[in-house]
Structures are given as structure tokens and as C-alpha cells.
């Protein structure tokens, strides 16, 4: 599956960085690109019941999704 999830609160790549490797730690997680840019975060993983987890891993970096 993949999911693009728009968030506020990533202004630099060095916050975008940390988001990927918070979403990266997420078990089933096959790839995610954090877009300071675009304000989202693209994420492959394979199992449906990884939203929680991935949302958390974003949360924790100080980030907010908004959609």
C-alpha cells in the first residue's frame, strides 16, 4: 500500500530527515520520501494496521498531519 500524508511543521530537510527515519523504524514500512517542499511524507509499507504506528513516528518529530 502507499499513502501520502500532507503535515505542517516540516519546514528543512534536517526535520524532513528525521521524519524518514522515525517512518523508516515502523515495521513493514518498505520506503518513505519526506518532501519539506511539498509538506508530505510518501510511505510504502505492507500491512494496513501500520497507520497508527507511522502517524505516531511523524507526531514524534514535532510534526502535525493534517490529512
Known amino acids: 500500500m502507499q ?7 516540516m519546514f528543512d530537510n534536517d526535520t524532513a530527515s528525521k521524519v524518514q527515519d522515525a517512518v523508516k523504524g515502523v515495521a513493514s514500512v ?3 520520501v519526506a518532501n ?3 509538506s508530505q511524507v510518501l510511505v510504502d509499507y505492507d500491512d494496513a494496521g501500520a497507520e ?3 502517524n505516531s513516528a511523524i507526531t ?3 510534526v502535525e498531519i493534517i490529512g
Open 3 to 9: 499513502k501520502k500524508i500532507y503535515v505542517v511543521g
Open 36 to 38: 519539506c517542499d511539498k
Open 60 to 62: 514524534s518529530c514535532g
Open 30 to 32: 518498505t520506503n518513505v
Open 52 to 54: 497508527g504506528a507511522i
